[in-house]
């Protein structure tokens, strides 16, 4: 029987409604912003590569509220293992979109040291686990970090987002399998987008629903309105409260649909209709938030718009900051492996030192994705 679809607004084929979570108006502008400040972060990060001026990006566009309902609910001490698509969870977790564009240009300012792809963050401060590209990996590194923090009786969670193909992975059994044993303080959260790459969900998996898959790892799984960021915040505060009092974890199913591409290199209408992306359009999660803002008559639209100009401002400042900061030193290449440098390394690094900036014009070359 496949579980029932939880929402607050109450559309989109909702089965059973959920009481609206309790927020302060500040909290609830709080969510609108972060939902917008993804959107204008993606825009501004796919205009970026269009441009050529980043090699690739992967945006997050109609996952809005799924990531940020459910990154509201996280303290600061818990930790996050994400996969490439949260952005939006990053910046609920302070992180500047500075930092973000400075992964994605690879400079002296990135995390990584301009050695990872483009976004595939790290923010070790922020306790949000550096991103891997193979799919699933994320979720036993996040039952990992939950059951330290149940071994050290923490009150924290760990909380770890994947999508509908990710279920497929041998870490998805894995790491549930092992969580649901023992008990780990995880929250599970598939953001189920309907596809994986060009493989829509139902070619994925015979189960009648992801959050069917919990029963299996003896843990409970809800359903939600992945579109509708109070249903998702209402859905991830149960699971979290569950896990902080040592009930254990917690598989969500936040169904949704990626409104733009896999990533830059990806061309949807390849795989999918006009007439889908038409009907999931019209359940864009930033405007159904917001007709229900309005619906509240505390809310009016002015203040509503001031925010994308405000949110838009802020990225493309931030573009502009990131894209002026130098690449990083060639130094760089020699750190962060060995305590004591080999010889034959140290050889290695006078021998590029003593090159200069003879490669320059060799920085601007078309990146190979
Ligand atoms: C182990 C592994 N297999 C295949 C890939 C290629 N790949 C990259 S993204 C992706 C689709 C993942 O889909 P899903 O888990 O639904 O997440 P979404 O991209 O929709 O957020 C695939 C197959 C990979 N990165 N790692």
């Known amino acids: 029987m496949p579980a029932e679809l939880l929402g607050v607004f109450g559309k989109g084929g909702v089965t059973k409604k959920l009481p609206v979570p309790v927020l302060t108006r500040e909290e609830l502008l709080g969510l609108h912003r972060n939902m917008v400040r ?9 205009k970026l590569q269009r441009q050529g001026r980043i090699g690739f990006y992967v945006p997050s566009l109609g996952e809005e509220a799924a990531q940020i309902g459910s990154a509201a609910v996280l303290q600061g ?39 990872q792809m483009p976004v595939h963050y790290t923010f070790r401060s922020r306790n949000f686990i550096s991103i891997g590209s193979p799919i699933g990996t994320q979720i036993a590194h ?46 599970f959260v598939c953001i189920n987008n309907q596809y994986a790459i060009s493989l829509c969900v139902t070619g994925q998996t015979s189960s009648g629903t992801i959050a069917d898959k919990a029963r299996a790892y003896g843990m409970p799984g809800m359903r939600v309105d992945g579109n ?118 140290q050889r290695q690094q006078a021998a590029l030192r003593a090159e200069g900036d003879a490669h320059a014009q060799d920085r601007n070359a078309a990146f190979p994705l």
């Open 228 to 345: 509708d960021v109070l249903a998702v915040l209402a859905a991830t505060r149960l699971a979290a409260d569950a896990a902080r009092s040592g009930d254990g974890p917690t598989l969500l199913e936040l169904f949704s649909f990626r409104m733009g591409p896999h990533s830059s290199s990806d061309d949807p209408s390849r795989y999918r209709s006009k007439e889908v992306e038409a009907e999931w359009a019209a359940k864009d999660p930033i405007q159904r938030f917001e007709q229900w803002l309005l619906a509240q008559n505390t809310f009016s639209a002015s203040e509503l718009a001031a925010v994308h100009t405000a949110a838009e401002e802020e990225m493309a400042e931030a573009a502009k900051l990131s894209e002026a900061k130098a690449p990083p030193s060639k130094d760089t290449l020699f750190e962060d492996v060995y305590a004591v440098m080999p010889a034959s390394l």
């Open 142 to 187: 996040a039952t990992g970090v939950a059951m330290a923090m149940r071994i050290r009786g923490e009150s924290k969670l760990c909380m770890t987002y994947f999508g509908d193909g990710a279920t497929s992975s041998n870490d998805f059994h894995t790491g549930l399998n092992f969580a649901g044993v023992f008990r780990a303080p995880c929250v």
């Open 77 to 115: 001490s818990d930790w996050v293992s994400p996969s490439y698509r949260q952005p939006g969870v990053a910046l609920a977790r302070g992180v500047t979109p500075v930092e973000m564009f400075d992964n994605c240009f690879g400079n002296s300012g990135d995390a990584a040291k301009g050695r």
């Open 38 to 46: 993804t959107r204008k972060l993606d825009e501004r990060g796919m």
